[in-house]
């Protein structure tokens, strides 16, 4: 069974500081990674997503990859109170299948 | 633009009745999923399929069927609801593995 962990927090910011998730996967074939955010009683949206080891920028938000340590970690920068949400980690394998962890649950607080 | 759609968006069933989930995308893709998404359990996949006329199970198919329809529908089928079955069900889509794009959520609850 591929498992993507994650922790499940609840993780607290205060506004304009940087929150730091991570998330730990299993299988070292894994080819692609993902981070989602899902707002309560919302279906998850893509945030972005990386493939290459190192760090990936979108505006307030770094992706980091180490495939050696299987460890991939989404960074976000100013922490406003609209990215209280859940962010989920999903891994895509080989076979085009895609795992998910069971979400960290982030508050920002103003 | 649509994206997935997914339909109904909310349902209750009595335990043993029978209902079937309907989803459709417009982008094209080949890929298609249904997952489960319970507290704490996170979201886990109960079939999918890879492209138009196969079908394959995941993590979790016990009590459900699927039919792919066609290259944009993708339906899950409960044949005998049990309230284990209660959840919200996620219907997604994807091409060739790439990114993977969500419906927004059918809630289902079996009493």
């Known amino acids: 069974q591929k498992e993507v962990e994650q922790n499940s927090g609840p993780l607290s910011v205060p506004e304009g500081a940087i929150a730091s998730l991570n998330c730990t996967y299993s299988?070292?074939?894994?080819?692609?990674f993902f981070w989602y955010r899902q707002y309560s009683g919302k279906s998850p949206e893509l945030i972005m997503f990386?493939?290459?080891?190192g760090d990936k920028e979108d505006g307030r938000f770094t992706a980091q990859l180490n495939k050696a340590s299987q460890y991939v970690s989404l960074l976000i920068r100013d922490s406003q109170p609209s990215d209280s949400a859940t962010y989920l980690c999903?891994?895509?394998?080989?076979?085009?299948?895609?795992?998910f962890g069971t979400g960290t649950s982030l508050t920002v607080i103003p | 633009n649509a994206g997935v759609t997914q339909t109904p968006k909310f349902q209750v069933l009595k335990t043993g009745q029978s209902m079937t989930l309907q989803c459709a995308q417009d982008?094209?893709?080949?890929?298609m999923y249904w997952y489960r998404q319970d507290p704490g359990m996170g979201l886990r996949l109960i079939y999918y399929s890879a492209s138009e006329g196969t079908t394959d199970k995941g993590e979790v198919p016990n009590g459900y069927n699927v039919s792919r329809l066609n290259k944009r529908e993708f339906s899950l089928r409960l044949e005998s609801a049990a309230p284990s079955q209660t959840s919200v069900y996620f219907c997604?889509?994807?091409?060739?593995?790439?990114?993977?794009?969500f419906g927004e959520g059918s809630w289902l609850t079996v009493v």
């Open positions: 999903a891994v895509k394998d080989t076979g085009n299948q895609f795992y």
């Open positions: 990386i493939y290459s080891n």
């Open positions: 982008m094209n893709h080949n890929s």
């Open positions: 997604a889509s994807s091409m060739a593995g790439n990114t993977i794009y």
């Open positions: 299988d070292r074939g894994s080819q692609s």
